[in-house]
């Protein structure tokens, strides 16, 4: 059975359409890629797929079923979702914002157990925020603050972890970071990831299938190599590209021409 079976989704805001027929499906384990230029629907797409919004037609199944029958809690315990602003400038410490993660392994009105304490602890350790524990988030970077998302979404154990963009606003290293401990997580716990990227480059290397948008239609979904084509990047993207091979890891990496 697959993950997702995405059926004939289409969405529009007011009379605007945003997604049209959209079609595929996710398997178990799949590091999933969404590309696509700006306001080709990508964000709504996820939204429709972590259950955040009911698509105007067509349906989403999450193990078979569809995703507008599961409760509120029940989904928190499968997906966790990274959104693109990262977490709001708060007040609460860090470790209090990573430990709302567990909300939805509580009993109603329960503390966190100790167990739940290690929980927090280790995903705080793990993620290099234990010395920043008792800072308050809106005292943090951009980049502490998008550790600290992922910090939440870790401790929140699911097994479908939904990125909206999550190297936006990093330098390179906080990039790789972000990316390097999604990679590791997937492949020690085997949850399948599931990320808006606008850097083709991050999305050829560390995602094992793409699905490219373009103007809320799919233009291609597939392996890395059968999306990333040198003219349907160019051409949907509209700009000169030029691509390569990756030394290391062999995968299609594209450079950017200036006039
Ligand atoms: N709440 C909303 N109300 C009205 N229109 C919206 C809303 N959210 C998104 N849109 C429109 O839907 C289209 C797709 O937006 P979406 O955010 O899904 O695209 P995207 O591919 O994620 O874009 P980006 O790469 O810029 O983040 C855009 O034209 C956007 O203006």
Known sequence: MNLFDVIHVQHQFGTIPVLQDIE??????????????????????????????????????????????????????????????????????????????????????????????????????????????????????????????????????PRVLILDEPTTFLDIGHQMLVMEHVREWHQSEGITVIMVLHDLNLASQYCNRLLLLDNGHIKSCGEVHDVLQPATISSIYKTEIIMINHPVHQVPQFLLTSK
């Open 24 to 157: 595929f499906q996710i398997k178990v384990g799949e590091t999933f890629g969404i590309i696509g230029p700006n306001g080709s629907g990508k964000s709504t797409l996820i939204r429709t797929m972590s259950g955040l919004l009911k698509p105007s037609g067509g349906k989403i199944l999450l193990n078979g079923k569809s995703i507008r029958s599961y409760r509120k809690r029940e989904l928190a315990k499968i997906i966790a979702v990274l959104e693109q602003e990262g977490i709001p400038p708060l007040s609460f410490t860090v470790e209090e914002v990573v430990a709302m993660g567990r909300y939805p392994w509580l009993k109603p009105l329960s503390d966190l157990s100790l167990e739940d304490e290690q929980i927090v602890q280790t995903a705080l350790e793990k993620l290099g925020l234990w010395n920043l524990r008792t800072k308050p988030v809106n005292n943090l970077s951009g980049g502490q603050r998008q550790m600290v998302s992922l910090a939440r979404a870790m401790v929140q154990q």
